[in-house]
């Protein structure tokens, strides 16, 4: 129970709650954008700049700290690794966002909820982690105030029409698989390797395979777009959102879990529907304050005892113990070399 008062709860905490703001701003962005005089629905090219921007400035960084022959050599020796984070990031978003445009609202909202019970068993027979009872009891406390989320919305009359369920119940089951995923698979990669080489590369290889899409999926929505300061400002904000979501999860990550992060972002919604008071003139239901009450409780319970810590084969940091033998190798045999000659 101490851990509860201790700086480091404090901490994800209030990262967890942070991270949950930044997912509210994407979706009031997207929100905007799509309700403007002249709608706009580019979802791929808003992740492209988004990763872009991640590539591009923490790649620098690795670079400064590792310099080029360094990073050379780090993708030589750990592209594969990242290459398929990135494969498995995009086509998460892709098929999520997908999903809204075949299914209900309602039934996207239950089945996106199932990347919470996909991290816990990936993390683990993944990561080898032991969950006690408590981290079990927060899970389902936490999913119980979803499930009155969703009761409210219900309730609100918000489950708008889908006009192909079966394919987008596929989509959002796949996306929210591949979310699961890409979370533990993350976790895997920052518990070994320095965060900036972890979300350079991501966004590296992801600007190629999403540029890659969006040449084929949206090239001909970008040409109609009417590119006015709000739209180009609500761009910005959305990328600014996801920017700071994307180079913060990964120390919550490594503060705590995959699963704790998932938990975090549940409590999304209500800070939506809290903006949404005064940007879109939305009505509290009855049912959101105990859904947010129920999240947060659960949040608490999951952190009556410290996460678990993962067992799993650190083979990342093997790679970086090889170097260091290998250079020393070298290093020795140059000396060897050198008396060699000196006795000659």
């Not at 600007?207 to 969006?214: A, D, F, H, R």
Request: aromatic share 16%.
């Amino acid at each position: 129970m101490s851990g509860l008062f201790s700086r480091k709860f404090l901490t994800i905490l209030f990262l967890g709650q942070l991270l949950s703001l930044c997912i509210t701003a994407t979706t009031i962005f997207s929100a905007k954008l799509a309700q403007a005089e002249e709608p706009v629905s580019i979802p791929t090219t808003q992740s492209f700049l988004n990763y872009l921007v991640l590539g591009t400035v923490y790649t620098s960084v690795t670079i400064y700290k590792q310099g080029f022959r360094g990073w050379i050599e780090m993708i030589r020796q750990r592209a594969f690794y990242y290459m398929l984070f990135a494969v498995v990031d995009v086509e998460g978003n892709y098929f999520v966002v997908k999903a809204y445009k075949y299914t209900s609202l309602l039934s996207a909202m239950l089945l996106d909820a199932w990347t919470i019970p996909c991290v816990v068993l990936l993390s683990v027979f993944f990561l080898k982690m032991r969950f006690q009872r408590f981290h079990y009891l927060g899970v389902v406390l936490a999913m119980a105030g979803m499930g009155f989320l969703i009761w409210s919305d219900m309730e609100a009359g918000k489950n708008f029409p889908g006009s192909d369920y079966l394919k987008g119940d596929l989509f959002c089951i796949l996306g929210a698989s591949l979310y699961a995923v890409s979370n533990v698979y993350q976790e895997f990669l920052v518990r070994q390797r320095p965060l900036d080489e972890v979300v350079g590369q991501m966004g590296f290889w992801a600007t190629i395979l999403n540029g890659v899409q969006l040449a084929v999926l949206e090239r001909h929505e970008i040409k109609h777009v009417h590119w006015t300061p709000q739209v180009v400002g609500h761009m910005v904000g959305f990328d600014i959102a996801l920017f700071i979501m994307y180079s913060m999860s990964p120390i919550l990550f490594r503060l705590s879990s995959a699963t704790f992060f998932n938990l975090s972002l549940l409590t999304s919604d209500f800070y939506g529907l809290i903006f949404g008071l005064f940007l879109f003139g939305a009505k509290i239901n009855r049912l959101y304050p105990i859904a947010y009450v129920l999240i947060i409780v659960g949040i608490i319970v999951y952190n009556i005892y410290p996460a678990p810590e993962p067992k799993f084969n650190k083979v990342l940091e093997q790679d970086k113990e090889n170097k260091v033998l290998w250079s020393s190798a070298e290093e020795e045999e140059d000396a060897d070399d050198d008396e060699i000659s000196q006795q000659v």
